[in-house]
């Protein structure tokens, strides 16, 4: 064959392929005037966007102060035991670290039952387990020390950096939250949030580039016949680390008209979240007259290290971005715990560290290896179950 004519099959291949490699579609994004309006099953305090449903989740904060009050058979607030808060960081694989942790925990004998739990990323997978208490201990350990690759995503290539919404399909890692996440779960999920117990769980909203809370407890108290799988969604979208996972598209309505959102890692706006500063103005202001507030704890597990982890940069255009990215990732992490920990100073809180500290040596040689998170897993539970040493206060401050 000619030089040409191969020149010209060669390009008519190439058109072919770029054909059949049409990005993914998506639905009408919701208008920028109407974020704060859209919903996805209808149900009252299913998730606020944040900033603009700051007065509504400050009302649900208050409804479940009620509710637990009823629960217990209280009739003032001042009756109300210590309130116990604890917030779970992402970190991908890291995330077995926290599991061990509060496995290690139940096994101490002085692990609480929370009044609140909040998770982004990895820390959405855990959180449902840390809220519903020690007797799903069996199935957090299964979720990080059984589970290997396979079971978390499915490559699709390098040209998928181009043609395609992430280099990873996480159809596999659906599967898995399903299978632990079913309808006995979600059952449970609801009664705790009837109990006056808060689960709430941080995406991301791509299009908006605000931060969703959403509220496990409410939607899975409602009793909808699509609350399970949308559930299951929440914590898939709250662990796509864009571009390595594909985003996770909600369709929801506005004012009767359809739409779809595009929601990615939570940990694009926080690594870890507790409550918004407004929720507890009451309580600062009681402080401030010093009148008496309901006891108060915070724990928060940083799924990650919060010490500089050095390396040679090569001197490419690539390595220096990526290690560009993985320094404000991990800065963004140590802002994270600091900023909990002032305003757990403000409001009067006990304030509890924990993260990965030096004396873990393990490495591995790809996300989410089986033998890593294995003795991850491990490092945290022999800690804590001869009592975890918290740090009162982030390393480095004063």
Same mark, same amino acid.
């Given at each position: 064959?000619?030089?040409?004519?191969?020149?010209?099959?060669?390009?008519?291949?190439?058109?072919?392929?770029?054909?059949?490699?049409?990005?993914?579609?998506?639905?009408?994004?919701?208008?920028?005037?109407?974020?704060?309006?859209?919903? &996805?099953?209808?149900?009252?305090?299913?998730?606020?966007?944040?900033?603009? $449903?700051?007065?509504?989740?400050?009302?649900?904060?208050?409804?479940?102060?009620?509710?637990?009050?009823?629960?217990?058979?209280?009739?003032?607030?001042?009756?109300?035991?210590?309130?116990?808060?604890?917030?779970?960081?992402?970190?991908?694989?890291?995330? !077995?670290?926290?599991?061990?942790?509060?496995?290690?925990?139940?096994?101490?004998?002085?692990?609480?039952?929370?009044?609140?739990?909040?998770? &982004?990323?990895?820390?959405?997978?855990?959180?449902?387990? @840390?809220?519903?208490?020690?007797?799903?201990?069996?199935?957090?350990?299964?979720?990080?020390?059984?589970?290997?690759?396979? =079971? *978390?995503?499915?490559?699709?290539?390098?040209?998928?950096? +181009?043609?395609?919404? @992430?280099?990873?399909?996480?159809?596999?890692?659906?599967?898995?939250?399903?299978?632990?996440? $079913?309808?006995?779960?979600?059952?449970?999920?609801?009664?705790?949030?009837?109990?006056?117990?808060?689960?709430?769980?941080?995406?991301?909203?791509?299009?908006?580039?605000?931060?969703?809370?959403?509220?496990?407890?409410?939607?899975?108290?409602?009793?909808?016949?699509?609350?399970?799988?949308?559930?299951?969604?929440?914590?898939?979208?709250?662990?796509?680390?864009?571009?390595?996972?594909?985003?996770?598209?909600?369709?929801?309505?506005?004012?009767?008209?359809?739409?779809?959102?595009?929601?990615? =890692?939570?940990?694009?706006?926080?690594?870890?979240?507790?409550?918004?500063?407004?929720?507890?103005?009451?309580?600062?202001?009681?402080?401030?007259?010093?009148?008496? &507030? *309901?006891?108060?704890?915070?724990?928060?597990?940083?799924?990650?290290?919060?010490?500089?982890?050095?390396? @040679?940069?090569?001197?490419?255009?690539?390595?220096?971005? !990526?290690?560009?990215?993985?320094?404000? +990732?991990?800065?963004?992490?140590?802002?994270? *715990? *600091?900023? +909990?920990?002032?305003?757990?100073?403000? =409001?009067?809180?006990?304030?509890?560290?924990?993260? +990965?500290?030096?004396?873990?040596?393990?490495?591995?040689?790809?996300?989410?290896?089986?033998?890593?998170?294995?003795?991850?897993?491990?490092?945290?539970?022999?800690?804590?179950?001869?009592?975890?040493?918290?740090?009162?206060?982030?390393?480095?401050?004063?």
């Amino acid at each position: 064959m000619s030089p040409a004519p191969s020149r010209r099959a060669l390009l008519a291949g190439s058109a072919a392929l770029l054909s059949g490699c049409a990005l993914p579609d998506r639905g009408a994004p919701v208008p920028n005037t109407a974020t704060a309006g859209a919903t &996805v099953l209808g149900l009252p305090g299913e998730r606020f966007v944040l900033p603009q $449903d700051l007065h509504a989740i400050e009302a649900e904060f208050r409804e479940a102060g009620r509710r637990r009050m009823r629960h217990l058979g209280l009739t003032h607030p001042s009756q109300l035991p210590r309130f116990q808060l604890l917030g779970v960081s992402g970190g991908g694989e890291d995330g !077995a670290f926290g599991a061990g942790l509060l496995c290690g925990w139940t096994e101490h004998g002085t692990r609480p039952e929370f009044e609140l739990v909040t998770g &982004v990323s990895t820390g959405a997978l855990t959180a449902p387990f @840390a809220f519903l208490g020690s007797e799903w201990d069996g199935a957090l350990r299964s979720v990080y020390t059984d589970i290997t690759p396979g =079971d *978390v995503l499915r490559s699709r290539g390098l040209l998928a950096a +181009i043609f395609n919404d @992430a280099l990873a399909d996480t159809a596999p890692l659906y599967r898995t939250i399903s299978r632990y996440l $079913d309808d006995r779960m979600l059952a449970a999920i609801g009664r705790g949030h009837q109990a006056g117990r808060l689960l709430l769980i941080g995406s991301t909203n791509l299009d908006a580039q605000l931060p969703v809370i959403w509220n496990l407890g409410a939607i899975a108290a409602s009793g909808h016949p699509g609350a399970l799988d949308l559930v299951r969604r929440i914590l898939l979208a709250s662990a796509a680390v864009p571009g390595a996972f594909p985003p996770v598209m909600f369709d929801v309505v506005v004012n009767g008209a359809p739409h779809q959102e595009m929601h990615v =890692d939570g940990g694009a706006f926080s690594q870890v979240f507790l409550y918004p500063r407004q929720v507890t103005e009451l309580r600062r202001e009681r402080l401030r007259r010093g009148q008496p &507030v *309901v006891p108060a704890t915070a724990y928060i597990i940083r799924n990650g290290r919060l010490d500089a982890q050095w390396a @040679a940069v090569d001197r490419r255009a690539m390595s220096i971005a !990526a290690r560009a990215i993985s320094t404000m +990732i991990a800065s963004s992490g140590y802002n994270d *715990v *600091v900023r +909990i920990w002032n305003t757990a100073l403000r =409001d009067g809180i006990d304030y509890n560290l924990a993260y +990965i500290t030096r004396d873990f040596t393990g490495t591995y040689s790809e996300p989410f290896e089986q033998a890593y998170m294995r003795a991850l897993f491990d490092f945290g539970y022999q800690r804590a179950r001869r009592g975890y040493d918290w740090a009162r206060q982030p390393p480095g401050g004063s």
